[in-house]
Each structure stands twice: as C-alpha cells, then as structure tokens.
C-alpha cells in the first residue's frame, strides 16, 4: 500500500467515523432516549429538562459532522451531491439549535403548569413539531449519505471475494 493509499484508507474511515456517529447517535435518541424519557419520568417537563441538553449535543455534532464531511468531500474531490448534502444537513442542525430549540427553550417556564395561555401552548406545540419534523429530515438526509457513500465505495473497489 502506498502512500496515496493509506491516505485515502485514512479519509475513508474518518468519513465512516462522522457518518456512523451522526446517524447512530441520532437514531439512538429518537428511538430509544426520547421515548423512554418521556415515558418513565413523572412529568413532560422533567424528561423535556432531560432531552434538551441532549439535542444540543445531537445539533453541535450534526454541524460539526456536516462540515467535516463537507470538508472530507472537497479534499477527496467527490461529487458535489457528497458535500453539498452533508453540509446542508449540518446548517440544519445549527439553524434548528440556534433557532427553533432556542424559541422552545425560553418559552419553557411559561409553557408548562395549569394556567399555560392557550396561545402559548400552541406556539409550543408549533415549534415542537417543527423540530420534530427537521430531527427526521436530518435522520434519513444521514441515513441517505450512508447508502450515497456505501454505494460508491462499493462502485470504486468492487464486491469482495468471499473466503473459502
């Protein structure tokens, strides 16, 4: 193996590094973390108190993955879809950070007890499905750079032969 080789080898597996560790943290939450925490804590708000620090880190990961992915994708010369894909997925994650969970977060005191302003609830309930519905795009957009980058690799080196 030469040089050339061994470098590529080395970006190929940080690439498979950032995209297993973005969709499996991802998946791990949305089909495991959440739905426990709202199902065994007391109250919504508890597992609300639960969950929101660990979207921060999911968003801030998902930025950071989407740029080096962006990054790895420029450097290797692959197509524009491989950095144009992660890096919007990325800009996803810090608009929905900086945006929408940042709007959820500073209504949360006003939101949650028995005399919530109906308008306030269904701003909640908005901002709410919105993040929901961005987390899932973020989800499958990982998942399809999976399948994007498994298939070409596949294309580049071939199937290999089965021992025997």
């Known amino acids: ?10 970006l190929r597996t ?8 973005w969709f499996g943290s991802w998946a791990l939450f949305a089909f495991v973390v959440a739905p426990l925490a709202f199902r065994v804590l007391p ?6 108190e639960l969950v929101s620090p660990l ?6 990961y998902g930025a950071f ?26 800009l996803l994650c810090l608009v929905t ?11 949360r ?18 901002l709410h499905q919105a993040s929901r519905f961005v987390f899932g795009l973020v989800l499958a957009g990982s998942a399809a750079l999976i399948a994007m980058y498994a298939r070409a690799d596949l294309a580049r080196t071939g199937p290999r032969a089965e021992p025997d």
Do not use: K, N, Y
Request: hydrophobic share 50%; aromatic share 4%.
């Open 14 to 21: 940080l690439r498979w590094l950032l995209l297993g560790g």
């Open 97 to 107: 950070e900086l945006g929408i969970t940042g709007a959820i977060g500073g209504m």
């Open 65 to 90: 993955a989407g740029v080096g992915l962006l990054v790895l994708a420029v450097v290797q010369r692959e197509r524009a879809l491989f950095a144009i894909t992660p890096g919007l997925l990325g």
């Open 55 to 60: 979207l921060r880190t999911l968003h801030l």
């Open 109 to 126: 005191p006003s939101t949650f007890g028995p005399d919530t302003p109906p308008d306030a609830a269904a701003r909640f309930a908005a």
């Open 1 to 10: 193996m030469d040089a050339g080789d061994s470098r590529a080898t080395v």
């Open 43 to 48: 109250h919504g708000h508890v597992a609300g």
